[in-house]
Structure formats: structure tokens, C-alpha cells
Nanobody
């Protein structure tokens, strides 16, 4: 079992930055890939970014490429999502997730989820 807790969300103006954190506890977190997803009101859960177990392989959604950076510190059992140049369309609840996955962009592949953190970008 793995427990995930997100933090770092908040209200920010267009063009601003936030850094989200995903702290893990429980089973060996470092053995799992980690993904960030988001869900806006009335929409499905959307892939944002994912990192491999070592952090060496990363994938991003086209909508955030060049603005968001995912990283992980396995010594701290924490994964981060640095979000720069934020836009109103980035407004959503952001979730981190982990597990043994094959299609890292597919939220259904992930076994463990955090409770989410709200990110609101004002125009």
C-alpha cells in the first residue's frame, strides 16, 4: 500500500508559478512510476506529466510541455510538479498517482492516488 499527499496548490494570476509536491509513504515508492493528472469541473481526468522510477524518463502532455517540469527526489519520497507561465485553462484539481503502469498516460493504469490539490489561475 502507498499513501500519497499532494500540496502546493493555490490561487495564482496568469503567468505565475506554483510548485506542487506529492509526498509518498508506505511501500517502496521508488519502484513505481509517478504521474500527475488534473481534472477541471465537468471534465475527465487528464494526463499532465509522468516520471519513471529513477526520474530519468519524463513525458508531458502537449498542453503543458515547455511550461511544466516533473521531478522526483527518491531520498525524500517526493515528486514535484513545477508549473510556470500558468494559464486560466490550467485551473483544475491536480492529483498525483503511482503504481506499476505500462501506459503512463492512462489514469486507469495507476493504483494509488492522492486526494488532490486545487490550482486556480485567474485571468
Amino acid at each position: 500500500q502507498v499513501q500519497l499527499v499532494e500540496s502546493g496548490g493555490g490561487l495564482v494570476q496568469t503567468g505565475g508559478s506554483l510548485r506542487l509536491s506529492c509526498a509518498a509513504s508506505g511501500r517502496t515508492f521508488t519502484s513505481y512510476a509517478v504521474g500527475w493528472f488534473r481534472q477541471a469541473p465537468g471534465k475527465g481526468r487528464e494526463f499532465v506529466a509522468t516520471t519513471s522510477t529513477s526520474g530519468g524518463i519524463k513525458y508531458y502532455a502537449d498542453s503543458v510541455k515547455g511550461r511544466f517540469t516533473i521531478s522526483r527526489d527518491n531520498a525524500k519520497n517526493t515528486v514535484y510538479l513545477q508549473m510556470n507561465s500558468l494559464k486560466p485553462e490550467d485551473t483544475a484539481v491536480y492529483y498525483c498517482a503511482t503504481g506499476v503502469v505500462y501506459d503512463r498516460r492512462n489514469p486507469n493504469e495507476y493504483d494509488y492516488w492522492g486526494q488532490g490539490t486545487q490550482v486556480t489561475v485567474s485571468s
